[in-house]
Nanobody, 118 residues
Framework: VQLVESGGGLVQAGDSLRLSCAAS????????MGWFRQAPGKERDFVGQ????????NYADSVKGRFTISRDNAKNMVYLQMNDLKPEDTAVYSC????????????WGQGTQVTVSS
C-alpha cells in the first residue's frame, strides 16, 4: 500500500491550497480516507475524514468551514482543499486510510509540508 501526498508549499495568510493524495495497492473505494497534520514540536492532529462514497465528511473544529475533503474513486485520489489559510495551519499534512470509521487508520503517507506566512 502506498499513499503519496502532493501540493504542499509556501503561501501567505488568506491564500488557498489544494493537497492531493494518490493511493495504490488497496481497494480504494472501500477505505475511509483521512487527513492529519503535525506542526513542529507538536503531536499529530486529526484534520478530517471522508467515507467510502464521499458523501459524508467530518472535520476538526479548527478547520471546519475552511477545509474541504473530497475523493475521486475512479482515480484513487483524495483531496484536501484549504481556504483562508492561517499561520497556525503550518504543518506537515498526511493522508491516511482505514476500513471503517470505528477503526484506527491502517496506512499513512509520508506527508507534504504546508507553510503559511503572516
Amino acid at each position: 500500500v502506498q499513499l503519496v501526498e502532493s501540493g504542499g508549499g509556501l503561501v501567505q495568510a488568506g491564500d488557498s491550497l489544494r493537497l492531493s493524495c494518490a493511493a495504490s495497492g488497496l481497494p480504494f473505494s472501500r477505505y475511509v480516507m483521512g487527513w492529519f497534520r503535525q506542526a513542529p514540536g507538536k503531536e499529530r492532529d486529526f484534520v478530517g475524514q471522508i467515507n467510502w462514497s464521499g458523501d459524508n465528511t467530518n472535520y476538526a473544529d479548527s478547520v471546519k468551514g475552511r477545509f474541504t475533503i473530497s475523493r475521486d474513486n475512479a482515480k484513487n485520489m483524495v483531496y484536501l482543499q484549504m481556504n483562508d489559510l492561517k499561520p497556525e495551519d503550518t504543518a506537515v499534512y498526511s493522508c491516511a486510510a482505514k476500513t471503517s470509521y470505528g477503526r484506527p487508520f491502517d496506512y499513512w503517507g509520508q506527508g507534504t509540508q504546508v507553510t503559511v506566512s503572516s
